[in-house]
């Protein structure tokens, strides 16, 4: 089976529970659309999993794409004007999108685990697109920004796939189902909270798990909705 989850953001009791919930073994799939950390604790844990399974295939996440950017100029030698900017990644990183647990975990580990988690953020790609019992979909971390119809997605800028907050009223495409993290389902409509949404040929996955204790996952076979719940 293809599963698709996203947004663990650093809740790895969570999705290792949601491993269980499913039976998730070779002969699967598991996709995740980006934000393993932040917000809440143990992201470096949630990472070092994702990347150490040969049939998760992940996305990049505006959470892993702020985190790569402050670890590789961290390691590198900056100009002074390269440094600023720095500082201001690093500030709204670990100040506004919750990544100072991350960054603090990242300083104490050794050097050999911090090379290998940059290999992997600096490799993950933006989007995904695949056919499961002739149903097709596109993967992609927040969704297709500044969305034309005709405009190849290879052409679509980053932060246009990871950033984006896209208009959930609307029906992007006609001939393939849209599924995305992000923004927390509760955001889309407060009656779905803690829920996957589906509608308008898009599916929002990103139940909020940080927040609210309830990790959401998606079957593409059956486009049944699985939960964990903490505590539970
Ligand atoms: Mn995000």
């Keep these: 089976m293809h599963y698709v989850v996203s947004d663990i953001h650093g809740c790895f009791g969570l999705y290792q529970r949601l491993l269980e919930?499913?039976?998730f073994s070779n002969r699967d799939i598991l996709f995740f659309l980006g934000d393993a950390a932040d917000r809440g604790p143990m992201g470096i844990e949630v990472m070092e999993d994702l990347m150490s399974r040969p049939n998760v295939?992940?996305?990049?996440?505006n959470h892993e794409d702020i985190f790569r950017k402050t670890a590789r100029g961290w390691e590198s030698r900056l100009s002074s004007d390269e440094e600023k900017a720095w500082q201001r990644t690093y500030l709204n990183w670990t100040g506004r999108n919750g990544g100072d647990l991350t960054w603090n975990a990242w300083?104490?580990?050794?050097?050999?685990r911090r090379g290998k988690l940059?290999?992997?953020m600096e490799g993950l790609s933006r989007f995904y697109e695949i056919t499961?019992?002739?149903r097709a979909f596109l993967l992609a971390h927040a969704g297709v920004g500044r969305y034309q119809a005709e405009k190849p997605l290879e052409d679509c800028e980053?932060?246009?796939?990871?950033?984006?907050?896209?208009?959930?009223?609307?029906?992007?495409y006609r001939d393939k189902l849209l599924v995305t993290g992000h923004t927390p389902t509760a955001f889309i409509d407060p009656a779905a909270a803690g829920r996957v949404w589906q509608h308008n040929n898009h599916i929002a996955i990103d139940c909020g798990a940080v927040y609210c204790?309830?990790?959401g996952c998606v079957c593409l076979e059956s486009l049944e909705e699985i939960y964990v719940t903490e505590g539970r």
């Design 213 to 215: 204790g309830r990790l």
């Design 107 to 112: 300083l104490r580990l050794p050097e050999r």
């Design 118 to 120: 940059l290999d992997w």
């Design 21 to 23: 919930e499913i039976s």
């Design 132 to 134: 499961v019992n002739g």
């Design 158 to 172: 980053l932060h246009d796939f990871i950033w984006e907050r896209m208009d959930y009223r609307k029906r992007y």
């Design 57 to 61: 295939i992940c996305l990049l996440g």
